[in-house]
């Protein structure tokens, strides 16, 4: 079994936050690593001055005691996911749940909460989730966790270390600051993130990458694992069970929000994606 390389951290916080058109939020001193993944739709982040474009399925990882101002967009507003976590939480120290966003707060003067130094992301880190399914996984996992009613000390610290392990190795051998995605990919990806309720042709896509189709679906193969037209699906099934869990709008307005414009035709295409229907997936996942 390989040694736990941050014994001492745990998890304090983590939630999900729909942003509104233009919405604007800052913090001014954040203690904690926290990891911000963008679930859907499209916004910017300052970090410590530094602005940071964010569309469905970027992340980031942002250094202690950092500060953020988020700026959602004005047509998709993002849909974000965070999870805070500090390197080093003294164990003789119970686990109090919350973090410091700013000099003031409470928390801020614990010294028995600190940063811990990590060798992959000491300054802030953009990933994709497409990149690491178990990212995926273990992110959601946190998050549903830290909703519930009971919320152990044990686990808190064992989640703790297992995310900024899994971070860290989603670097491994990676140059600081490099994007995983080569730029004609990750513009073809954000076109189609802007675009999911319009029509998107392959031909469109090929434009957009500036390169032959056969180089486009080498791409896609390569970092992805699917097709750009798979990749189309998959991202308008994401946006359509978003749409389920998170709104009461009827099965004809998801379809149609999701690039589908038959309810008849979506209804068939999630069954055989999803395994189910969407008013049986909204059924079983609906938060409220």
């Not at 978003?242 to 209804?267: E, K, N």
Request: proline share 6%; charged share 25%.
């Amino acid at each position: 079994m390989e040694e736990n390389v941050y014994p001492h951290a745990a998890v304090v916080f983590a939630n999900d936050y729909q942003f509104s058109p233009r919405q604007e939020v800052t913090y001014p001193a954040v203690k904690s690593r926290m990891l911000l993944w963008c679930r859907s739709g499209l916004g910017e982040v300052a970090v410590n001055g530094q602005r940071l474009p964010l569309a469905a399925e970027d992340f980031l990882v942002l250094p202690w005691n950092h500060a953020i101002h988020y700026r959602a967009d004005g047509r998709d507003p993002f849909f974000v996911g965070a999870v805070h976590t500090i390197p080093h939480h003294e164990t003789s120290q119970e686990v109090a749940w919350g973090v410091s966003h700013n000099p003031t707060d409470k928390l801020a003067p614990w010294t028995w909460r600190r940063d811990e130094a990590t060798r992959a992301f000491a300054e802030v880190r953009r990933g994709n989730m497409a990149r690491n399914e178990k990212l995926i996984y273990l992110v959601e996992y946190i998050i549903r966790w830290f909703q519930s009613e009971k919320r152990e000390t044990w686990r808190a610290r064992m989640l703790g270390g297992l995310l900024l392990s899994e971070v860290e190795g989603f670097w491994s051998g990676r140059r600081d600051g490099q994007d995983p995605f080569p730029p004609e990919l990750r513009r073809v990806l954000q076109y189609i993130s802007d675009h999911l309720e319009g029509e998107i042709s392959l031909e469109k896509l090929t434009r957009i990458a500036g390169c032959s189709r056969s180089s486009l679906e080498r791409l896609f193969s390569s970092h992805l694992g699917r097709s750009p037209l798979n990749q189309l699906r998959h991202s308008r099934m994401e946006r359509a069970k978003l749409l389920l869990t998170t709104s009461h709008q009827p099965i004809g307005a998801v379809a149609r929000r999701s690039g589908i414009a038959d309810p008849y035709h979506f209804s068939k295409l999630f069954r055989s994606i999803v395994g189910c229907t969407p008013s049986e997936y909204r059924d079983r996942n609906l938060i409220f």
